[in-house]
């Protein structure tokens, strides 16, 4: 059967259900679970400095946030579980 699940999540409340049903079902068939969240790369749009949102050092810092942020709330549920959790 299954050992190791993968459980894409965008830290939406839809991939939140999907995180939930993924561990449920790990903890079911005595699977562990991977959860993985994937962020877009910088891009800049204009060269007028003022219309950037963000500096490349800015973007990664935010998007590593919400990436922490993200795969910490999955980890979490699963290990209150009793799921084995790995994050990428």
Do not use: W
């Amino acid at each position: 059967m299954y050992t190791n699940i993968l459980i894409p999540t965008d830290g939406s409340e839809l991939a939140g259900n999907s995180v939930q049903h993924g561990i449920a079902l790990a903890q079911r068939i005595g699977a562990k679970i991977t959860v993985l969240t994937v962020v877009p790369p910088f891009h800049m749009f204009t060269t007028d400095t003022q219309m950037l949102e963000d500096t490349h050092a800015q973007y990664t810092m935010r998007m590593r946030d919400h990436a922490e942020k993200t795969l910490g709330a999955a980890a979490h549920a699963a290990q209150a579980d009793g799921v084995a959790c790995v994050t990428a």
